[in-house]
C-alpha cells in the first residue's frame, strides 16, 4: 500500500472517530459542535470527513473538547482496529 493510501485511510479513522465522540456528547450536527467549542466550522467538518491533514495542534484542541489524551484516542481506535478483525 502506498503513504497516501495509508494517510487517506488513517485520516478517515480519526475523522470517523471524533464523529462518534461527537455524537456520544449528543451532538448531531458538527456545526454546533464546532460553534459551541470555537473551532472553525469548515475545518471541522473537514477533519470528521478525513478530507484534510489534521494538524497536533488541532488534533489536542479537540480532543481536550472530549477529555482524551492523544495517547487514549490513539489506544482506542487501535482496540476498535483489532476488534474488527476478530
Do not use: C
Not at 448531531?28 to 491533514?53: C, M
Not at 495542534?57 to 478483525?85: C, Q, R, Y
Amino acid at each position: 500500500m502506498k503513504e497516501e493510501e495509508i494517510l487517506s485511510i488513517l485520516l478517515e479513522k480519526v475523522g470517523k472517530k471524533l464523529e462518534d465522540l461527537r455524537k456520544k456528547q449528543g451532538y448531531t450536527s458538527h456545526e454546533t459542535f464546532a460553534y459551541d467549542n470555537e473551532l472553525p466550522r469548515v475545518q471541522y467538518w473537514r477533519i470528521e470527513k478525513g478530507k484534510t491533514n489534521v494538524t497536533l495542534k488541532s488534533l489536542v484542541k479537540i480532543l481536550a473538547i472530549h477529555k482524551l489524551t492523544v495517547e487514549e484516542f490513539f489506544a482506542d481506535l487501535l482496540k476498535e482496529k483489532k476488534a474488527t478483525k476478530k
